[in-house]
């Protein structure tokens, strides 16, 4: 594994050897000294196009756990609001020897393009509404330790997972189905059609406007977050309108199984898409979700980086 | 200088022997000893084929193309005239930028350059261009292209207008709602799995849908460029069924040739606006240009910088080029799979195309009288496209590497040998 672009790279041993290093990598999570020498002398560079706090922040603790060298570069104060483009942008940095990049571009394919301009490993760590790899496997990874906390199997065969909202404009909803086709997850998919991504009946997921029956059926409730700009751009007529119709409201909680769980890949619009009291309730694993990033990601840098298929 | 051309077989499958002398076809009797003799056996001569849809570049990004340089493109194609789009900078909306356009044509052009004015200043889609003043320096094609007229007033106002001239309105059909500036995949299962902003085909249907109507309704000239999609042939068809309007419409090679899947993997040399289409709406566009719903292949050929392809595929320059290869899709697609003989290949790049642009001298059959602007065509050799020999200053050619068709042997445009193998 040279580079992570897509879920769909990963094969299903690669998958869950990435879960499984995960699992260690928690451990050392929960120790005072969190510092591990596997990627000692290698350079990461974070190099986020778009704004964001955790997945950044995140990137960064786990290169820095493993004893990475880790640099961060915003678009904004980098060169290419200079005007330089992104191959040439990407060209420099690798010049200097860099190990990986971790790319976050508001443009769908970018973290792709920019793989293919350079000889240093590279994460995908959110490319426009395409895909974000390390989200689907840190869902999958809370997944699992949800189902062993019930007393479930935690194999994902047979487990539902229900993935609500803005799926159109949404790479966490590309890479989970992606990832679920691989570890076998079922999931089904609820939107109102104007958020629905064209071709979603190609996806071998099921699709339904009915919440109430997908969240009575569900192991996991996963609620996307639905942006600002949505709620002017006529995909659904009020923000009211859709907590009514597709938000996970107080009384779609007692609609969950005792064994299920509420995920939100953050950050969250608390009483748009999901309540505070589905937020704040027992069920929810989103803190858990955030806590499953930074393990996943040391695993995903170790693998490329640092394990037996380093570069 | 002259030429005697021997053994070439016309589209009609006769065969003609033929000299040029003075810029005009002759009788072989006719050029004196001096005349550089031409053995075209085997070769099929054409009249020289005529692009209505020519991005040149020049003013205003001549680092992509200049006239020079995509003229000597267009005369490798086969093409002794081509009508240049007026998205330069400055825009072609003056009689003053109009005359330029044709100066420089007339300083560095290896075939005719005939320019085409803007629609509405600055191609704002706002206020009308100085249609009439165009006109009088000879335009007759008008466009906002790589921008729709997308008001409707203004549509209905610049056909009305434009009747006092004989002119026409060449639209790019895109409703700036349905597919906006960042539109660039056709909306598909592609554009669901790679989160591309979608360009769904009835962006375009809908324009043409209204298009025809305003151009019945004030009987003026319209013509669609680029048509891409299954939705858009059908409209095209009712109307031209309903024969009240003069309408015309124009397909690409590359939407003729390459699907959506090509967008795949990020390569920026594949977008392309409209974008490039599913199966579906290919097999409809090839169907109606073999059957004459579509008039004319027009190349949209659009130079583009790599600077201006290196970037993010939804940020990338849109275009590609098309004036070398057209001639060898068209042939590979039609001429080689039976679904069209020369004569189809002639009206479709050639007489049509000269028809709708009123350009009375281009597009003529070749016999002795007649302008001596034509194509010899080799119609068995082949070759793998390398853009690195391309005419052009750019090399955002999406034929790179593809097996096709290799015809052209040489080019005369007014009685001068333009290119030759």
Known sequence: MHHLLSAADLSLDEARSILDVAEEMHEVQRRPIKKLPALRGRTIINMFFEDSTRTRTSFEIAGKWMSADTINVSGKGSSVSKGESLRDTMLTLDAMGVDCFVIRHASSGAVAQAAGWVRASVVNAGDGQHEHPTQALLDAYTMRQHFRDQGLSDAYEGKRIAIVGDLLHSRVVRSNVLLQATLGGQITLVAPPTLLPTGVETWGVRVTQDLDAAIAEADIVMMLRVQRERMTGGFFPTAREYATEYGLTAERVGLLKPTAAIMHPGPMNRGVEISSEAADAAASRVLDQVSAGVAVRMSVLYHLLGGEGAA | ?421
């Open chain 2, 1 to 421: 200088m002259s030429l005697v051309v021997t053994g070439a077989t016309l589209a009609d499958g006769s065969a003609l022997d033929f000299a040029v002398v003075d810029g005009r076809l002759a009788e072989v009797s006719d050029a004196d000893d001096s005349a550089e003799r031409v053995d075209a056996s085997g070769l099929v001569a054409l009249p020289g084929l005529v692009d209505l849809h020519t991005h040149l570049r020049e003013p205003g990004k001549e680092d992509a193309e200049t006239v020079a340089s995509g003229t000597l493109a267009a005369a490798r194609g086969g093409y002794t005239a081509v009508f240049a789009m007026p998205n330069l900078d400055p825009a072609t909306d003056t009689a003053e930028a109009a005359q330029y356009v044709a100066d420089l044509g007339r300083r560095d052009g290896h075939c005719e350059v005939v320019p085409i004015g803007a629609v509405t200043k600055g191609r704002a889609g706002a206020e009308l261009a100085e249609l009439g003043l165009m006109a009088e320096q000879g335009v007759r094609v008008f466009s906002d292209d790589g921008a729709c007229v997308h008001d409707s007033l203004i549509m209905r106002r610049a056909l009305t207008y434009l009747k006092t001239y004989d002119g026409m309105v060449a639209q790019h059909a895109q409703d700036p709602r349905l597919a906006g500036p960042s539109a660039c995949c056709h909306e598909s299962d592609i554009s669901g799995r790679l989160g591309l902003p979608a360009w769904p085909s009835v962006a375009e249907s809908v324009i043409i849908a209204r298009d025809v109507q305003l151009a019945e309704f004030t009987g003026g000239r319209y013509h669609a460029c680029h048509i891409s999609t299954a939705e858009s042939v059908d409209v095209i068809r009712w109307a031209k069924k309903r024969g009240k309007a003069d309408i015309t419409a124009e397909v690409t090679p590359h939407h003729l040739l390459l699907d959506t899947p090509h967008v795949e993997s990020f390569d920026t040399t594949f977008k392309v606006n409209p974008p490039l289409r599913t199966s579906e709406h290919i097999e409809a566009i090839r169907e109606a240009l073999v059957d004459g719903t579509i008039d004319i292949v027009g190349t949209d050929h659009a130079p583009h910088t790599q600077e201006d392809k290196d970037h993010p595929f939804d940020v990338a320059s849109p275009g590609m080029l098309g004036l070398e290869a057209a001639l060898a899709v068209v042939m590979e697609l039609f001429v080689n799979t039976g679904r069209m003989d020369w004569a189809t290949v002639v009206d479709r790049m050639s007489a049509a195309p000269a028809r709708i642009g009123r350009l009375p001298h281009q597009g003529r059959p070749l016999a002795v009288g007649e302008p001596a602007n034509l194509v010899l065509v080799d119609p068995s050799r082949r070759a793998t496209v390398d853009r690195s020999t391309s005419a052009s200053k750019s090399r955002n050619n999406p034929y790179h590497g593809l097996d096709l068709p290799d015809p052209v042997e040489m080019t005369v445009w007014a009685g001068r040998v333009t290119y030759r193998r």
